[in-house]
């Protein structure tokens, strides 16, 4: 028989560590002196403790091996709480492998401009959103007002709305002329459609998304910063982008520089 410290320099596992998994049911002391309460161990107690530092290394927790060393485990759940680990391990490798992807990023971002920019470029998981909606050619990307119009006058005062209203842009790129644009309130629960005034749901998903303080004129500065952002994160587009006036002035003026606008752009892995 051992004593816990000569058992703690052969297994090289802290007598702490030793204490700790006894109080936990997971290797108890061989025997225990009655009248000193010292613990003692044997050597064959070494190949259930090693299983226990190899779970432990796995990443398993202390409670989970202890379900794992259980008697009579059927095999079928050792498999399942394996699989279930190797898929929390898996997770854990994608979510920082792109985390680095966005390090990497910023890194050569400042190494074009060397200099930080002043627009953050996150990915957000948005959720679908319901919304009545308004769609047309318009001019140009600064003459919406009229279909914002139409759009409140028909959805009136029975609409309740549940975030701030945002324009949906439909052309593949950037137009100096005739405009697809959609624009669109949230709303808290479906109602009739009126008019051209369309309900539907706005898809979700991963977003690339920044925020722009200022005013409408100088939204191209944002956009550029998407831009640069795209060229070195691994993402591309896969939708329509979208502003969403977190902050408007009234009435809409294109140099007030109260305003505050996210700018998001459905994206996927490249």
Same mark, same amino acid.
């Given at each position: ?57 796995? %990443?398993?927790?202390?409670? @989970? &091996? /202890? *379900? ?5 485990? +059927?095999?079928?759940? =050792? ?69 914002? %119009?139409?759009?409140?006058? @028909? &959805? /009136? *005062? ?5 975030? +701030?209203?945002?324009? =949906? ?69 896969? %939708? ?6 977190? *902050? ?23």
């Amino acid at each position: 028989m051992l004593k816990i410290g000569d058992f703690s320099k052969l297994s090289r596992v802290s007598v702490q560590a030793l204490r700790h998994y006894d109080e936990m049911g997971l290797l108890k002391p061989a025997s225990v002196d009655n009248f000193t309460a010292y613990r003692y161990y044997s050597a064959n107690q070494l190949p259930r403790l090693n299983r226990i530092l190899a779970l432990k290394d796995l %990443g398993f927790s202390l409670e @989970q &091996i /202890g *379900q794992l060393l259980k008697d009579g485990l +059927p095999v079928e759940e =050792l498999r399942g709480m394996l699989k279930m680990k190797r898929a929390e391990i898996e997770q854990r490798l994608e979510e920082g492998q792109e985390r680095l992807m966005r390090v990497e990023a910023r890194l050569r971002q400042i190494e074009m401009e060397n200099t930080m920019s002043n627009y953050e470029v996150v990915i957000k998981k948005i959720e679908p959103m319901l919304v009545a909606a308004v769609r047309d050619t318009v001019p140009t990307y600064s003459q919406q007002g009229n279909l914002w %119009g139409e759009l409140y006058a @028909q &959805i /009136g *005062q029975g609409a309740q709305f549940a975030g +701030p209203c945002l324009t =949906l842009y439909h052309d593949e790129g950037y137009r100096e002329r005739d405009v697809d644009v959609e624009v669109c309130q949230p709303i808290t629960r479906s109602m009739p459609a009126h008019g051209r005034v369309k309900v539907r749901e706005l898809p979700g998903g991963a977003m690339a998304s920044t925020v722009h303080n200022g005013a409408y004129n100088r939204l191209g500065q944002a956009y550029e910063a998407v831009t640069r952002w795209l060229e070195t994160s691994g993402y591309k587009i896969a %939708g329509p982008g979208r502003e969403l006036y977190l *902050q408007a002035a009234q009435p809409v003026r294109q140099d007030d520089e109260s305003c505050v606008t996210e700018i998001r752009f459905p994206v996927e892995k490249a």
